[in-house]
Structures are given as C-alpha cells and as structure tokens.
C-alpha cells in the first residue's frame, strides 16, 4: 500500500511569483484535503476535494487554488505570493463513499510540502 | 465555529511515566476526532480516529477517550518512553462542514 507523498519537499519563492504543489493520494482513497500550517501552529484546512471538484473550503483567498484529477491525485496552486504564505502545506488523503451526506474517514497526511516566500 | 483547544502547549515528564494530554472542542456535534502525532518539520502521523458513536480507542500503549457532552478528549499515553517526544494533535470533523479542526498541539519531551 503506498502512502501520501508530496512533491516538492522543500521550496523557495519570492513575493508575486506562482507555486504549485503536488499530492499523490494513498492507494484507495478518493478524497484529497489540504492543509496550511504555521510554525507552532496546528494546520489550517485550505480545501477538500471530491470526485474531481472542490468540496468546501476554508478561510483562504481565492489566489489559492487546487486541482484533483481522475487517479484522485492533486494539485495546490498559489498566486501573487506573500510572504505570509511561508508555511508547511499538507496534503491529506482518505475515503469517502458515494451519497450526499456521506462524510470522509480516517485521515492519512504526506511528509508536506515547506515553502519559504521571500 | 468550531474551536479546538489542546491543554498544556507544551509537557516534559521522566521516561516510563503514564500521562495524559487533553483536548476540548466547543461544538458537540461532531462526525469524528483524530488524534495525530507530528515530529518537527514532518507530517501528522494518525493514532487513533474515534468515531462520534465511539467512548474509546486503544492501539498498544495509547488509549483516547471522547466525551461528546462536555467537549473533551484525552490521549493516554502508557509507560511513556523518549521515542514518544513530538507534538500530538487533535482534531475535529464535525457534522455540518469537511473543514477538520486543529488544536496547536501538546509538544511532549519524554527524558531518558
């Protein structure tokens, strides 16, 4: 069974430029979380995604977005960078099963993905 | 708005000591509760998932708790040993959105 991994591990930009980061999903999984997390701070949900759509978003500016193609893999783009953005992005894998109220399981996150904006 | 809170921020206690880490949470209508274990500058390693119907889970030496009606969670950490230094985070999905609620994390230190 292969786990969440995320490309690149480590990345430096400076303000105004564009990031995009990827997240291949563990074996299994349908469901793709992102996540932004501050030093000493507990990550902040961005956005989920479902059967290749977003599926609720968190407290970010539309300047973030992502993608989930057919084989549940996933992208996290970033424009205009600010400096604020220097973070760990994770992404999260898990499952979910077909139905409206249906909601996602257990959570199974990459290494992260660190991003420094100068 | 769901809030998370995880009390103390920060524990150090000698190796082989049994202790407790607390996390409360403002909303009792949740779907579920994860507790994660983070080493610095890596990702979240899940524990335990304890479901909403759930009282308790246990996998080897940790054993979580869930109170729904006073909020609150706890992680049991048995026979602690320096291995288990790292930040441990809970975290909340509740019924009404897919946005999962983090706590800032109980960093733990175990000393040999």
């Known amino acids: 069974e292969t786990g969440v991994t995320q490309s690149p591990t480590h990345l430096i930009k400076t303000r105004g430029q564009q990031v995009t980061l990827r997240c291949s999903s563990q074996s299994g999984h349908n469901t793709v979380s992102w996540y932004q997390q501050a030093l000493g701070q507990g990550p902040q949900f961005i956005f989920q995604y479902y059967r290749e759509e977003e599926n609720g978003r968190g407290n970010f500016p539309p300047r973030f977005s992502g993608l989930q193609f057919p084989n549940y893999s996933s992208e996290l783009n970033v424009n205009a960078l600010e400096l604020d953005d220097s973070a760990l992005y994770l992404c999260?894998?898990?499952?979910?099963?077909?139905?409206?109220?249906?909601?996602?399981?257990?959570?199974?996150f990459g290494e992260g993905s660190r991003l420094t904006v100068l | 708005k769901q809030e998370v809170t995880q009390i103390p921020a920060a524990l150090s206690v000698p190796e082989g000591e049994n202790l407790v880490l607390n996390c409360s949470f403002t909303?009792?209508?949740?779907?579920?509760l994860q507790w994660f274990r983070q080493d610095p500058g890596k990702g979240l390693t899940s524990l335990l998932l304890i479901q909403s119907s759930q009282r308790e889970q246990t996998s080897g030496r940790l054993n979580a708790s869930l109170d729904k009606s006073s909020g609150r969670s706890t992680l049991y950490i048995a026979a602690s040993q320096p291995g288990d230094s790292a930040t441990y985070l809970c975290?909340?999905?509740?019924?009404?959105?897919?946005?999962?609620?983090f706590g800032a994390g109980t960093r733990l230190t175990v000393k040999p």
């Open positions: 975290a909340v999905l509740s019924y009404n959105n897919n946005d999962m609620r």
């Open positions: 999260a894998s898990s499952w979910r099963t077909s139905g409206r109220r249906t909601k996602t399981g257990e959570l199974f």
């Open positions: 909303d009792s209508a949740i779907y579920n």
